[in-house]
Protein backbone atom coordinates (compact mmCIF):
# COMPACT_ATOMS: atom_id res chain seq x y z
CA UNK A 1 0.00 0.00 0.00
CA UNK A 2 1.60 3.65 -1.18
CA UNK A 3 1.61 6.31 1.16
CA UNK A 4 0.89 10.13 0.61
CA UNK A 5 3.48 12.18 -1.42
CA UNK A 6 3.30 14.25 1.55
CA UNK A 7 1.24 13.27 5.04
CA UNK A 8 -0.36 15.40 7.00
CA UNK A 9 -0.22 15.97 10.29
CA UNK A 10 -2.80 14.76 12.96
CA UNK A 11 -4.33 17.76 13.53
CA UNK A 12 -5.03 18.60 10.34
CA UNK A 13 -8.52 19.45 8.98
CA UNK A 14 -10.41 17.22 6.78
CA UNK A 15 -10.59 19.82 4.09
CA UNK A 16 -6.66 19.21 3.83
CA UNK A 17 -7.76 15.42 3.08
CA UNK A 18 -10.67 16.33 0.74
CA UNK A 19 -7.64 18.68 -0.99
CA UNK A 20 -5.30 15.08 -1.56
CA UNK A 21 -8.31 13.43 -2.18
CA UNK A 22 -9.71 16.38 -5.35
CA UNK A 23 -5.88 15.99 -6.35
CA UNK A 24 -5.87 11.79 -6.62
CA UNK A 25 -8.82 12.37 -8.71
CA UNK A 26 -7.48 15.01 -11.04
CA UNK A 27 -4.23 12.69 -11.59
CA UNK A 28 -6.48 9.82 -12.33
CA UNK A 29 -7.53 12.06 -15.06
CA UNK A 30 -4.52 12.84 -16.15
CA UNK A 31 -3.22 9.68 -16.26
CA UNK A 32 -0.29 10.61 -13.29
CA UNK A 33 1.77 7.66 -12.57
CA UNK A 34 1.80 8.33 -8.91
CA UNK A 35 -2.02 8.44 -8.98
CA UNK A 36 -2.40 5.36 -10.71
CA UNK A 37 -0.33 3.55 -8.13
CA UNK A 38 -1.75 4.77 -5.11
CA UNK A 39 -5.63 3.40 -6.66
CA UNK A 40 -3.80 0.34 -7.85
CA UNK A 41 -3.01 -0.57 -4.38
CA UNK A 42 -5.55 0.77 -2.78
CA UNK A 43 -9.25 0.03 -4.22
CA UNK A 44 -10.79 -2.98 -4.06
CA UNK A 45 -11.74 -3.06 -7.96
CA UNK A 46 -7.78 -3.32 -8.40
CA UNK A 47 -6.84 -5.78 -5.86
CA UNK A 48 -7.47 -9.95 -5.77
CA UNK A 49 -10.76 -10.95 -4.61
CA UNK A 50 -8.89 -13.68 -2.80
CA UNK A 51 -5.48 -12.52 -1.67
CA UNK A 52 -6.92 -9.59 -0.69
CA UNK A 53 -3.82 -7.25 -0.22
CA UNK A 54 -2.22 -8.05 -3.79
CA UNK A 55 -2.85 -5.83 -6.62
CA UNK A 56 -4.24 -7.02 -9.47
CA UNK A 57 -2.11 -7.93 -12.73
CA UNK A 58 -3.36 -4.85 -14.92
CA UNK A 59 -2.24 -2.07 -16.95
CA UNK A 60 -1.79 1.80 -16.03
CA UNK A 61 -4.10 2.66 -18.94
CA UNK A 62 -7.20 0.08 -17.70
CA UNK A 63 -6.62 1.84 -14.46
CA UNK A 64 -7.13 5.19 -15.85
CA UNK A 65 -9.87 3.79 -18.20
CA UNK A 66 -11.99 2.94 -15.08
CA UNK A 67 -14.25 5.38 -13.94
CA UNK A 68 -13.09 6.27 -10.53
CA UNK A 69 -15.87 8.57 -8.36
CA UNK A 70 -15.01 11.48 -5.53
CA UNK A 71 -15.95 8.36 -3.32
CA UNK A 72 -13.31 6.07 -4.46
CA UNK A 73 -10.35 8.38 -4.47
CA UNK A 74 -11.68 9.95 -0.58
CA UNK A 75 -11.58 5.70 0.23
CA UNK A 76 -7.94 5.15 -1.48
CA UNK A 77 -7.00 8.26 0.69
CA UNK A 78 -8.43 7.13 3.51
CA UNK A 79 -6.25 3.86 3.13
CA UNK A 80 -3.43 5.59 2.34
CA UNK A 81 -3.02 6.55 5.94
CA UNK A 82 -4.12 3.00 6.84
CA UNK A 83 -7.87 4.07 7.87
CA UNK A 84 -10.76 1.72 7.18
CA UNK A 85 -12.83 3.76 5.54
CA UNK A 86 -13.09 7.83 4.86
CA UNK A 87 -15.80 7.32 7.96
CA UNK A 88 -12.94 6.09 10.29
CA UNK A 89 -10.54 9.20 9.09
CA UNK A 90 -13.91 11.75 9.64
CA UNK A 91 -13.74 10.19 13.20
CA UNK A 92 -10.15 10.56 13.93
CA UNK A 93 -10.00 13.71 12.72
CA UNK A 94 -13.22 14.87 14.99
CA UNK A 95 -11.19 13.77 17.75
CA UNK A 96 -8.11 14.94 16.94
CA UNK A 97 -9.43 18.34 16.36
CA UNK A 98 -10.36 18.63 20.32
CA UNK A 99 -7.57 19.72 22.18
CA UNK A 100 -8.47 17.63 25.79
CA UNK A 101 -9.34 14.64 23.49
CA UNK A 102 -7.06 11.66 24.79
CA UNK A 103 -6.81 10.23 21.11
CA UNK A 104 -5.35 13.19 20.31
CA UNK A 105 -2.26 12.80 23.00
CA UNK A 106 -2.05 9.66 22.00
CA UNK A 107 -2.02 10.33 18.34
CA UNK A 108 1.02 13.27 19.25
CA UNK A 109 2.95 11.13 21.42
CA UNK A 110 2.99 8.13 18.80
CA UNK A 111 4.15 10.90 16.11
CA UNK A 112 7.23 11.93 18.32
CA UNK A 113 7.86 8.04 19.26
CA UNK A 114 8.15 7.48 15.23
CA UNK A 115 9.84 10.75 14.60
CA UNK A 116 12.68 10.56 17.29
CA UNK A 117 10.83 13.72 19.38
CA UNK A 118 12.30 12.41 23.03
CA UNK A 119 11.61 16.40 24.21
CA UNK A 120 7.83 16.66 22.89
CA UNK A 121 7.07 12.66 24.22
CA UNK A 122 8.38 13.92 27.43
CA UNK A 123 5.89 16.97 27.79
CA UNK A 124 3.50 14.84 26.92
CA UNK A 125 3.95 11.74 28.87
CA UNK A 126 4.58 14.28 32.31
CA UNK A 127 1.16 16.00 31.01
CA UNK A 128 -0.83 12.98 30.20
CA UNK A 129 1.06 9.97 32.28
CA UNK A 130 -1.97 7.37 31.84
CA UNK A 131 -0.65 7.63 27.73
CA UNK A 132 1.91 4.95 28.42
CA UNK A 133 -0.99 2.17 29.13
CA UNK A 134 -3.18 3.70 26.46
CA UNK A 135 -4.38 2.26 23.03
CA UNK A 136 -4.85 3.13 19.84
CA UNK A 137 -8.20 3.67 18.15
CA UNK A 138 -7.83 4.22 15.14
CA UNK A 139 -10.47 1.88 12.86
CA UNK A 140 -7.48 0.04 9.89
CA UNK A 141 -8.38 -1.62 7.12
CA UNK A 142 -5.98 -4.57 8.39
CA UNK A 143 -6.52 -7.59 9.85
CA UNK A 144 -8.34 -7.16 12.74
CA UNK A 145 -9.28 -3.68 11.63
CA UNK A 146 -8.65 -2.27 15.53
CA UNK A 147 -4.98 -3.28 15.96
CA UNK A 148 -5.05 -1.52 19.84
CA UNK A 149 -1.00 -0.74 19.42
CA UNK A 150 0.39 1.02 23.06
CA UNK A 151 3.15 3.81 22.28
CA UNK A 152 5.99 0.91 22.33
CA UNK A 153 4.06 -1.11 20.07
CA UNK A 154 4.97 1.83 17.58
CA UNK A 155 8.45 1.19 17.84
CA UNK A 156 8.45 -1.53 16.16
CA UNK A 157 7.94 0.02 12.74
CA UNK A 158 5.55 -3.16 12.16
CA UNK A 159 1.57 -3.95 12.43
CA UNK A 160 0.89 -0.31 12.70
CA UNK A 161 -0.15 2.64 10.13
CA UNK A 162 1.67 2.02 6.94
CA UNK A 163 2.95 5.77 6.71
CA UNK A 164 4.71 5.17 10.87
CA UNK A 165 6.29 1.94 9.98
CA UNK A 166 9.26 3.54 10.43
CA UNK A 167 11.74 3.71 13.44
CA UNK A 168 13.78 6.59 14.60
CA UNK A 169 17.89 6.53 15.10
CA UNK A 170 17.18 7.13 18.50
CA UNK A 171 14.94 4.35 19.12
CA UNK A 172 16.86 2.83 22.25
CA UNK A 173 16.14 6.52 23.86
CA UNK A 174 12.49 6.49 23.26
CA UNK A 175 12.07 2.99 24.46
CA UNK A 176 13.63 3.76 27.69
CA UNK A 177 11.57 6.72 27.66
CA UNK A 178 8.62 4.61 27.54
CA UNK A 179 9.66 1.69 29.48
CA UNK A 180 10.72 4.37 32.66
CA UNK A 181 7.43 6.20 32.35
CA UNK A 182 5.87 2.50 32.79
CA UNK A 183 4.78 1.06 29.44
CA UNK A 184 4.23 -2.64 29.63
CA UNK A 185 6.96 -4.74 27.80
CA UNK A 186 4.62 -7.68 27.08
CA UNK A 187 1.70 -5.71 26.38
CA UNK A 188 -0.05 -7.52 23.51
CA UNK A 189 -1.66 -5.39 20.23
CA UNK A 190 -3.24 -7.29 18.05
CA UNK A 191 -1.85 -7.61 14.38
CA UNK A 192 -1.71 -9.78 11.25
CA UNK A 193 -4.28 -11.90 12.51
CA UNK A 194 -2.59 -12.72 16.19
CA UNK A 195 -1.77 -11.15 19.75
CA UNK A 196 2.24 -9.62 19.16
CA UNK A 197 4.48 -7.84 21.74
CA UNK A 198 6.70 -5.04 20.50
CA UNK A 199 9.77 -7.20 21.06
CA UNK A 200 7.83 -10.12 18.36
CA UNK A 201 7.24 -7.61 15.86
CA UNK A 202 10.36 -6.21 15.82
CA UNK A 203 11.80 -9.48 15.34
CA UNK A 204 9.68 -10.25 12.82
CA UNK A 205 10.46 -7.17 10.77
CA UNK A 206 14.17 -7.71 11.22
CA UNK A 207 13.62 -11.34 9.80
CA UNK A 208 11.79 -9.88 6.76
CA UNK A 209 15.66 -8.16 5.83
Known sequence: MTTPAI???????????EQQADALLSGH???EAE??????NNLSQFRGPVITWKPLPISDE?????PVTLEDVRLAIARQYSFRD??????LIAECARTDSPVRHFEFAADAIIGGNTASLGEILSAHSELVHARST???WQNPPLHAATLLHYLSANGVENHRQRSPANAD?????????GAEVDALASMYGGEYTTLSMLVQRLARR
Open 86 to 91: WAALET
Open 138 to 140: RMT
Open 173 to 181: VIARQLLDA
Open 35 to 40: ALESLR
Open 62 to 66: EIRST
Open 29 to 31: QRG
Open 7 to 17: CLPVDAPLASY
